[in-house]
């Protein structure tokens, strides 16, 4: 029987266990995609480069692994990196775990067929405070003055510190400092730092913090190697799924950021897989100075039939515009007022109800919120304040078991659910109150592989 949970549009290995993205870079024949994988099981282990091709930004080509655990300093895993364009050729840094955690290097052919790690490895053989135990994920951007590099740790009981490196070679490299350090003690390790840049010395940096289980960022100036915040740590995405984000350039100049969508109840590997990959997000600064996220423009062109189209009208308790719409694979797009009143969308539904997500906005608070408690998901339904307007834009991604969803290009909320029924498809519109629908629309949503 096919496999109700898989995505057709989202990033997925065959099978087996996947992580964080790894190292996104664009290369002649289109974007590279690595990410942490384990060749031999559907659970955490074996930490291998997986790799992806993708043209287009929309369809992908799984290939074999780009990185092994097959040297003395990294036969514990291959861990998460990054990866930058020197000379032509990609080369990619990651942590080696023997069990130590080291940084090394591997160089790629200019069309990123295959991957020779450096011989002088690790390039990175001790953090800069002695004793430290995680020290990974390294993030490599080019400035002026050459390469720098963030690479993530932890002060015990303390709190979570990104280091600063500076290089001229990618090989040698000289310790600049702290980027930034937290003194959260619940959450003391850091991982897997991004430095966004914008012009004139503006900054996000994003953090996954184990602690709290999720991607946080501060925002503030980058100079001199330091990153001083402007406002406090606050959660990146409001979903339980999104996590380890990273980050790469399009040849247009474009900033891309994609994470792993991760599995948010346990016992899941049974079904031989687990982990995949959120939608491509651009990131960009607005004029008013705040970070906007947005799904790719070109994942309209993966917009497969429209199911769905009405405008300016209003929904309250009893009603279902949205009867009849079916799908596992859809987009959804709700311009609305908000005023006190809450909005609903049911998704996965079964034609009863008894299974069913339930997005909702609540207008009185500006509370963006899923629940797929009752669609195989999280007992506890995901969702947090957002900034709200007058009129909102909601842009909803359902593919499978994920849920994504973007908020006037300005908050993120990533979950997922597991109905068990063939039936779970339906979608439900409605209101507590009443609420004033300006657009409503809903596509279907093609395969992002050729073999489908
Ligand atoms: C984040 C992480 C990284 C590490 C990798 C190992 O999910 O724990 O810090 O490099 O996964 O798979």
Not at 45 to 71: E, F, I, V
Not at 364 to 377: M, N, P, R, T
Request: net charge negative.
């Amino acid at each position: 029987m096919q496999d109700l949970h898989r995505a057709a549009y989202h990033f997925q290995p065959e099978g087996n266990w996947m992580n964080d993205p790894n190292g996104p870079v664009w290369l002649k024949n289109g974007l590279h995609l690595f990410y942490q994988y384990n060749p031999f099981g559907a659970a955490w282990g074996n930490m291998t480069w997986g790799h992806a091709l993708s043209p287009d930004l929309l369809h992908w080509k799984r290939l074999s692994p780009a990185l092994r655990p097959d040297q003395p300093y990294d036969k514990d895993g291959v861990f998460s990196g990054c990866c930058v364009v020197k000379d032509g050729l990609p080369h990619i840094l990651y942590t080696g775990v023997n069990p130590k955690q080291t940084q090394c290097l591997a160089v790629g052919d200019a069309l990123g067929e295959a991957f020779e790690k450096y011989p002088g490895n690790p390039i990175l053989p001790e953090p800069p405070v002695a004793g430290m135990a995680d020290f990974r994920d390294p993030y490599v951007w080019k400035e002026e003055d050459g390469y720098h590099m963030a690479v993530a740790g932890g002060y015990k009981g303390q709190g979570g510190v990104v280091f600063a490196y500076q290089s001229d070679d990618l090989v040698s490299w000289r310790y600049m400092g702290e980027l930034c350090r937290g003194d959260d003690p619940k959450n003391d390790v850091w991982e897997c730092p991004n430095l966004l840049l914008f012009p004139d010395g503006q900054a996000q940096l994003l953090l996954s913090l184990i602690g709290s289980s999720g991607v946080y960022a501060l925002e503030g100036r980058y100079a001199g190697n330091r990153l001083t915040p402007k406002r406090a740590l606050y959660r990146y995405d409001l979903g339980d799924s999104y996590y380890a984000p990273n980050s790469f350039r399009l040849p247009d100049g474009r900033l891309i950021t994609l994470g792993w969508l991760r599995e948010t109840v346990p016992g899941r590997e049974g079904s031989g897989w687990q982990g995949m990959m959120s939608l491509l997000r651009e990131v960009s600064l607005a004029s008013d100075g705040s970070v906007q996220v947005r799904p790719l423009k070109e994942m309209e062109r993966l917009r497969n039939g429209r199911l769905f189209t009405r405008k300016n009208f209003t929904v309250r308790s009893g009603d279902n515009p949205l009867k009849g719409v079916h799908g596992r694979q859809l987009e959804i797009l709700l311009r609305f007022e908000a005023g006190a009143d809450e909005l609903l969308l049911e998704l996965a539904k079964s034609p009863a109800g008894e299974e069913k997500a339930v997005v909702s906005f609540d207008g009185g608070s500006d509370y963006l919120q899923a629940d797929c408690s009752k669609a195989g998901g999280a007992a506890a339904p995901c969702g947090g304040a957002t900034a709200g307007r007058g009129v909102n834009e909601l842009r909803i991604f359902l593919d499978g078991s994920a849920l994504e969803l973007y908020l006037n290009n300005q908050e993120t909320l990533s979950t997922r659910l597991y109905p068990s029924r063939e039936d779970s498809d339906g979608l439900r519109l409605y209101a507590r109150g009443a609420v004033r629908i300006l657009e409503a629309q809903v596509y279907r949503v093609g395969s992002a592989y050729e073999e489908d």
